[in-house]
């Protein structure tokens, strides 16, 4: 089906979804990590509106935004196991839970991580409030789209490695399981998954990012987040 | 008896991603309900259909859950009735390509208008007039890709990508003039002026599109309950 490379950092979970995609399609690939202080020019070559990863490359043509990519993967790969419901309403569901997901819960979880004080409170708030909806959707399924993984899972993935990791890296609890009983017990079986379970990246390297985020290198995205958010 | 429609719509006139949907449903000969909602005192119906933003535009279909989010509503739209005008192409490449400039056109484009509108002084609204030039000719790079010498960026007939962009053409007049630019203009993207030209007496979007008036209050609302930066 042609050559597959992946753009990629070792640490964002972005690119993870994208990763598992692949994995669990059977879909061989090629992976080039992505130094973002000093990015490639195929990446700017092949990414030049946002000049960002993940950047999936088929036949030389680059697909960029991981939703996108997931789509085109479930779409492209189409025999066997299919990421997306097929009824169009759970289709629209799916989409819709994934949007909240990148727009609104992990931004909301990266500024509760990244804030300070008053601040962080606050963010924490929001992000508590973003994950009850998630809490609530989860409501009686093993999956978040039911008896069998797919989509929406790979997108609340994430879920399972860093808030566990940035709490080991600077005590930030965020899920706890009296408030958050369907996320959790989700967590355990999507972690367990073996190709989730391998994949994650090295927890140390990450709780050394995360302490460096927080410190000096930090400040820039804290001001720029400040300053976005609404 | 008249047939109660099947499909409904919570919008408010003044939306764009309200517009979008209805050209979707109009290209598609959909017919629909539409329900007027006044976002500054929002009704039980919108706060129950879509408890998580609150925002419109909802489809609601039968009896079914609402479906929120305009780019997700004209793919369900597109999934239901997919014989009657065919918004998304079926390549998964090219619908690929065809959602990252949605993404962009939503989540990059579009808000440097109401970014420009917060910001106060002149020096910070130049600077945005700047950043929403560069993506008019990222646009228009765009509009020669898809439409392939064509007239939309759908090709012969108005596509995805046309609703997504076309649906903010009312906004992009009232931002010219308001800010005394062009946001699309005839020597540094003749095509898409030509493009806004054609989409603008559309069959299925002419009588879609709000009037002036409709903006001008949607604006007051705006600078009263979301009021500009202090310098």
Redesign the interface.
Known sequence: MGEVKLFRTWSSPFALRVVWALKLKGVEYETIYEDLANKSSSLLEYNPVHKKVPVLLHNGIPICESLVILEYIDETWNEGVRFLPKDPLARATARFWAKFNDEQVFPSFFRYFMRQGEDQEKAKEKVLENLKFVEEHLKGKKFFDGEVFGFLDLVFGWLVCYPGVINKAINLKLLDEQMFPNLCTWMEQFGDVPVIKETWPDEEALIHKFHKMREGLGIYIYTKLRYEAS | MAKKSEIKLIGTVASPFVNRVQFVLNLKSIEYEYIEENLACKSELLLTSN??HKKVPVLI?AN??P???SL??I??LD??KPDVHRILPSD??E???N??WA??IDN?FFPLYEEMRVTPGKEGKDAIKKRIIEGSV?LEEAFIKFSRGKTYFGGDDVGYLDVVLGCFIAWTKFTEKNNEFKVFDEVRTPRLVEWVKRIWSHEAVKDVIPGNEVLVNFYMMLQKYRPPRAV
């Open positions: 408890p998580v279909h079914k859950p479906i929120c989010e997700i509503i793919e369900y999934e239901i998964p490449l619908r690929a390509d959602r990252f993404n962009y990059k990222l």
